[in-house]
């Protein structure tokens, strides 16, 4: 039995205000080519789905379509909701696409439900936990106190009390418990959001010991926090943060008695990313930084003042600048002031002006600046004196 282990595909999201769409219809593209070539039998999506709670309507036909070619390719599909779904919407017409292969798992009833698949020997009970948000899951659960590690602890009792009654009745069942949280050892980038708000933010990593194998989603770097615990991470990278993480999944072999093999699979992301780091002067001339030139950029310039029109020069090398920062050498020169601090110390109008173009973009008046700023003030008092 072969399971390709996935989660946070947040299909419909853009970078830094890059529409990802492509991106993602390729990455379902060799997603499909793995499951043929690899024999997979079930691909797991671990939550976040989506990106939001309504998404395109170019978005859902991305998932339609993918839903269809693994199907198609031979490989069920067991899905559970992550934080950035929306539960409801994403568990429509659940029992319809169970008979087509295609498990959704996002409703607080179906935690102790499995998927049953065949393993040599055996039989694999894969479960799906949906994100469980505190303050809704607790009263539906029987939890007195709302955070993520008691709710999280009452779902996986609801399961190991299922494995417990079909161990009884002489049926031997490996187990795989997905579930969209943070476990703690888990690394985390920028691109994931905060689980904390209303309760505590990690579950322990023992919570799921015991289990054949859990597959974690939400944290978007792959990685084994045990054994038998893994987040397979993004599919494609979500922030600058990610940009050299390797992206794709795990595909798992299993037996009757549990996990065999754990084996990373990775999908290359169509555009590379880069993040750079120095004086405008000398990255616009690093021969070095050639590769950088058809990335995705994140540029910080260490510059003592912001350079003029910095972003139209690093595009004339570097096109897909997306991010721009500023962080002078050395920091701030002289104690940091507030506008008001430095308004109070101006001596005239045109110290007025030209303190207000220092503070909002870091970088001194030129004189050509301070020449417009004289004339545009010789008009302004011309007219005053005239009324």
Not at 204 to 224: E, V
Not at 357 to 373: I, N, P, T, Y
Request: net charge negative; glycine share 8%.
């Amino acid at each position: 039995m072969r399971i390709l282990h996935t989660s946070d595909w947040h299909l419909g999201r853009s970078f830094h205000g890059v529409g990802m769409l492509h991106a993602q219809a390729d990455f379902i593209d060799a997603l499909v080519d793995t499951v043929r070539e690899r024999g997979v039998d079930a691909v797991l999506i671990a939550g976040d789905v989506y990106d939001r709670a309504l998404p395109a309507v170019d978005t859902v036909r991305l998932l339609d379509s993918a839903l269809e070619r693994i199907t198609g390719a031979g490989a069920a599909v067991v899905l559970s909701s992550g934080n950035h779904d929306s539960a409801a919407r994403l568990g429509f017409g659940s029992a319809l696409f169970e008979r087509a292969g295609v498990h959704l798992r996002t409703r607080y009833q179906d935690i102790a439900r499995p998927v049953l698949l065949p393993a040599a020997g055996g039989t694999l009970a894969v479960y799906g936990i949906p994100y469980l948000e505190p303050r809704l899951a607790a009263p539906e659960l029987g939890v007195q106190e709302p955070n993520h590690f008691s709710v999280t602890a009452a779902a996986v009792e609801r399961i190991r009390q299922d494995i417990r009654t079909r161990q009884e009745a002489g049926a031997p069942v490996a187990s795989v418990v997905m579930a969209h949280t943070f476990a703690s050892g888990g690394i985390s980038s920028d691109s994931e959001r905060d689980l904390a708000v209303g309760g505590l933010g990690a579950v322990p990593l023992d919570l799921f010991d015991g289990f054949s194998y859990t597959a974690l989603g939400h944290l978007h770097g792959r990685q084994q926090l045990s054994p038998t615990v893994r987040y397979s991470g993004s599919p494609l990278p979500y922030s600058f943060s990610e940009a050299r993480q390797a992206k794709g999944g795990w595909l798992l072999e299993f037996d009757g008695d549990g996990l065999v093999t754990a084996e990373a699979v990775t999908w290359p992301a169509p555009r590379r990313l880069a993040v750079l780091r120095g004086k405008l002067a000398d990255l616009l001339a690093d021969p070095a930084l050639a590769d950088a030139e058809d990335a995705y950029c994140q540029v910080t310039l260490t510059d003592s003042q912001r350079p003029a029109k910095a972003m139209e020069l690093l595009r004339t090398r570097f096109p897909d600048t997306l991010v721009l920062t500023f962080d002078p050498e050395g920091g701030v020169r002289g104690p940091a002031q507030t506008y008001s601090q430095r308004l109070a110390k101006a001596t005239d109008d045109l110290d007025i002006c030209c303190g207000f173009l220092e503070h909002v973009r870091s970088r001194s008046a030129a004189e050509e600046e301070k020449d417009l700023f004289r004339e545009i003030l010789d008009k302004v008092r011309e007219s005053e004196a005239a009324q």
